[in-house]
Nanobody, 114 residues
Framework: QVQLVESEGGLVQAGGSLRLSCAAS????????MGWYRQAPGKQREFVAE???????NYDSSVKGRFTISRDIAKNTVYLQMNSLKPEDTAVYYC????????WGQGTQVTVSS
């Protein structure tokens, strides 16, 4: 199994920045990719960004150029640097790890005020 622990989100003004982290533990050698998803009130969970075990990254078009996903292999941690935040980025952000199974973090609230 894989356990994921996310950092606290927060409240930030529009245009501001925030960095989320997700620390993985357990069977981390089996992780093929890690990513971030988000879910706004009344909406479905949606893809934000991912990074594969090979280091390739992929972003949703709504965050491309503003968000950066990265990892620290030594710390088994993935980060999501969010810049130029907009009110529409407000959501609960979830970390995801993919092995032969899918694991989710507990979710962390990010609120962007206008």
């Amino acid at each position: 199994q894989v356990q994921l622990v996310e950092s606290e989100g927060g409240l930030v003004q529009a245009g501001g920045s925030l960095r989320l982290s997700c620390a993985a533990s357990g069977r981390i050698f089996s992780i093929n990719a890690m990513g971030w998803y988000r879910q706004a009130p009344g909406k479905q969970r949606e893809f934000v960004a991912e990074i594969t075990s090979g280091g390739s990254t992929n972003y949703d078009s709504s965050v491309k150029g503003r968000f950066t996903i990265s990892r620290d292999i030594a710390k088994n941690t993935v980060y999501l640097q969010m810049n130029s935040l907009k009110p529409e980025d407000t959501a609960v952000y979830y970390c995801k790890a993919v092995t032969t199974l899918i694991y989710w973090g507990q979710g962390t609230q990010v609120t962007v005020s206008s």
